[in-house]
T-cell receptor, first 114, second 112 residues
Framework: DAKTTQPTSMDCAEGRAANLPCNHS???????VYWYRQIHSQGPQYIIH???NNETNEMASLIITEDRKSSTLILPHATLRDTAVYYC???????????????FGGGTRLMVKP | EAGVVQSPRYKIIEKKQPVAFWCNPI?????LYWYRQNLGQGPELLIR????????DSQLPKDRFSAERLKGVDSTLKIQPAELGDSAVYLC??????????FGPGTRLTVL
């Protein structure tokens, strides 16, 4: 699996957009970019995933560069409840491929401040 | 839709004692995972089940850890005997469309 690099921590003002970067320069053509987050004392929560096109859902937007070597998770209007550790994970999406285990790195600790 | 249920949420035991964690996955999810998360780190996979079959337990310390998933639904993870280094959060996750996984709240184990 391709490795990912994320900043250790970031701050964001409440109500502003939070832009969380992730580098995955060794990503393969069949690997997706997944984002999960973990709020304190809770289990990780799936946010969004994408292959090459930008994706948007009710939680966030995912922007993947054209060369797919990096991506940005965007929380358009961050709230205090978005304070969490955000994990960027690169993984193939075949069910038969090693169970599609998720390998979590250290993630980015996002602090949303009033 | 009910999420992944885990119990207990917290457990404090003395070293060398046994301990067990229980997980009820989301209905219809055939794949079940157990992870361990040490303080300040991301979760690490211990074992994965496809229905009742353990298909990946390479990271499970088999000398003291065991797991089962009878009837392919609920699962239990056991440690016997527990050591100080086993203190961590034990997370259960389930999936119907890997690798999108849904996690439970976890069990925080403290070994004294």
């Amino acid at each position: 699996d391709a490795k990912t690099t994320q900043p250790t921590s970031m701050d964001c003002a409440e109500g502003r957009a939070a832009n969380l970067p992730c580098n995955h320069s060794t990503i393969s053509g069949n690997e997706y970019v997944y984002w999960y987050r973990q709020i304190h004392s809770q289990g990780p929560q799936y946010i969004i995933h994408g292959l090459k096109n930008n994706e948007t859902n009710e939680m966030a937007s995912l922007i993947i560069t054209e060369d797919r070597k990096s991506s940005t998770l965007i929380l358009p209007h961050a709230t205090l409840r978005d304070t969490a550790v955000y994990y960027c994970i690169v993984r193939v999406a075949w069910k038969a491929h090693a169970g599609n285990m998720l390998t979590f790195g250290g993630g980015t600790r996002l602090m949303v401040k009033p | 839709e009910a999420g992944v249920v885990q119990s207990p949420r917290y457990k404090i035991i003395e070293k060398k004692q046994p301990v067990a964690f229980w997980c009820n996955p989301i209905s219809g999810h055939n794949t079940l995972y157990w992870y361990r998360q040490n303080l300040g780190q991301g979760p690490e996979l211990l074992i994965r089940y496809e229905n009742e079959e353990a298909v990946d337990d390479s990271q499970l310390p088999k000398d003291r850890f065991s797991a089962e998933r009878l009837k392919g639904v609920d699962s239990t993870l056991k440690i016997q005997p527990a050591e100080l280094g086993d203190s961590a959060v034990y997370l259960c996750a389930s999936s119907s469309s890997p690798p999108t996984q849904y996690f439970g709240p976890g069990t925080r184990l403290t070994v004294l």
